[in-house]
Nanobody, 126 residues
Framework: VQLQASGGGWVQPGGSLRLSCAAS????????IGWFRQAPGKEREGVSF????????INAASVKGRFTISRDNAKNALYLQMNSLQPGDTAVYFC????????????????????WGQGTLVTVSS
């Protein structure tokens, strides 16, 4: 049972990246999913979330309008499309999945999640 994240790398300011997270050993279709990130010297923070069987995304103010979370149940995967990247977005990004229905406030808590990916580094610099 695991989540495998990929897609990180180096990009110039204003560029885009798409992170992927593939699930194995369990199915994501009924899970709440989310992306967190941890910048150097800072605590991990929530970025973007999608509740069970819903299309409305929930995003941190710092990424609203630039990042989009999505899932593909057929591929058993979740994604984070990141546009207009800024140096402040530099961090290790983690995907996560939570069993059971979660209220919106719970999505921001790391303790709500049952599965975590290993993290993928995104570096935004010129």
């Amino acid at each position: 049972v695991q989540l495998q994240a990929s897609g990180g790398g180096w990009v110039q300011p204003g560029g885009s990246l798409r992170l992927s997270c593939a699930a194995s050993g369990f199915f994501l279709d009924n899970d709440a999913i989310g992306w967190f990130r941890q910048a150097p010297g800072k605590e991990r923070e929530g970025v973007s979330f999608l509740r069970n069987s819903e299309s409305r995304t929930i995003n941190a103010a710092s990424v609203k309008g630039r990042f989009t979370i999505s899932r593909d149940n057929a591929k058993n995967a979740l994604y984070l499309q990141m546009n207009s990247l800024q140096p402040g977005d530099t961090a290790v990004y983690f995907c996560a999945a939570a069993k059971g229905r979660k209220i919106i406030s719970a999505l921001w808590a790391e303790s709500s999640y049952d599965y975590w990916g290993q993290g993928t580094l995104v570096t935004v610099s010129s």
